[in-house]
């Protein structure tokens, strides 16, 4: 019950508008309460942070880990520090108080909507699709290494993207790729692609 408040106090209550784009989210949790996450911080008028996460585990130490991940990103973002940067600084300070059985799987980007651009960087998370309205399929891989498992020795790279009319970007944890049907088989994300 606390995992859960914890959970849902994390969460938006409501998205902001992203002029020339709709946005959605949705978190629905299984039977036990998990350490998914999802955020979009506004920056400015023009730019906004689209985040989610997924810390290791389930309960009450999930919950605090990502309160823990808000906190240390809503804190980092007004620095104005190239995203690669802030990264590296959201790795450095979630291992000086994570234990070593505990990591965070994280993707996150910079959104400027006028230019409509998608500045990201991938904390091991699992590559987000960029569905372009042509139907190809990008993912989204540049990065580097999860979250709190070890500071930072090799920087995070950073991936742009352009995004055009009718392309979609879906952004989403293992919560969903890992989805079993009645049958007991996964989802998987070759089925969610298509």
Request: charged share 20%; net charge negative.
């Amino acid at each position: 019950l606390i995992a859960k408040e914890i959970q849902r106090g994390l969460l938006p209550a409501q998205l902001p508008h992203l002029p020339g784009f709709d946005l959605e989210a949705i978190n629905i949790s299984s039977k036990q309460v998990g350490g998914d996450y999802y955020d979009v911080i506004t920056m400015d008028h023009e730019r906004f942070v689209l985040a989610i996460g997924d810390v290791s585990g389930k309960g009450t130490p999930a919950s605090l880990l990502m309160a823990n991940l808000q906190a240390t990103i809503r804190a980092l973002v007004p620095l104005g520090l190239p995203l690669a940067d802030l990264t590296k600084r959201v790795n450095d300070l979630l291992c000086e108080n994570t234990g070593l059985d505990r990591f965070i799987t994280f993707f996150w980007g910079i959104l400027d909507a006028p230019r409509r651009t998608l500045r990201y960087v991938s904390a091991g998370h699992n590559p987000p699709f960029l569905v372009r309205a042509t139907g190809a399929v990008e993912r989204l891989d540049k990065g580097g290494i999860i979250l709190g498992i070890m500071k930072t020795v090799v920087p995070y790279q950073e991936g742009e993207v352009s995004l055009g009319t009718g392309d979609v970007l879906v952004l989403f944890t293992d919560g969903v790729s890992e989805a079993m049907d009645a049958n007991g088989e996964e989802l998987g994300e070759e089925k969610l692609e298509a």
